[in-house]
């Protein structure tokens, strides 16, 4: 069993930035890798970025690219999701997921290969 809680959620305004955090636990959770996703009203569950916790295997949606950093503190257990230059379309509730790390890469962008996840953290951005 994998436990995962989000936290960082908020409001913000166009062109702000806030960051996401996502603390593991349970027993085996340093043998899957870290995903965020996120959905908005109406839409389905879209995939963010995908990290190892060795820092490696790093991708991220074309739609965040160069605005959003995952990242890693394998010390705290926590992955993290830093959002830069946020627009009224990042608007979602955000959620972190964990895949078995031995998954492709192209698993890491789908939804149904994470096995946990976490209760999800509102992100609003205000135009």
Same mark, same amino acid.
């Given at each position: 069993q994998?436990?995962?809680?989000?936290?960082?959620g908020g409001l913000v305004?166009?062109?702000g930035s806030l960051r996401l955090s996502c603390a593991a636990s349970g027993r085996t959770f340093s043998t899957y890798a870290m995903g965020w996703f996120r959905q908005a009203p109406g839409k389905e569950r879209e995939f963010v970025a995908r990290i190892s916790w060795g820092g490696g295997?790093? *991708? $991220?949606a074309d739609?965040?690219?160069g605005r959003f950093t995952i990242s890693s503190d394998n010390a705290k257990n926590t992955v993290y999701l830093q959002m830069n230059s946020l627009k009224p379309e990042d608007t979602a509730? *955000? $959620?972190?997921?964990a895949i078995r790390e031995w998954y492709s890469d192209s698993s890491s962008y789908r939804a149904e290969f994470y096995?946990?996840?976490?209760?999800?953290?509102?992100?609003?951005v205000s135009s």
């Open positions: 994998v436990q995962l809680v989000e936290s960082g305004q166009a062109g295997r790093i *991708y $991220y739609s965040v690219k509730v *955000y $959620y972190c997921a096995d946990y996840w976490g209760q999800g953290t509102q992100v609003t």
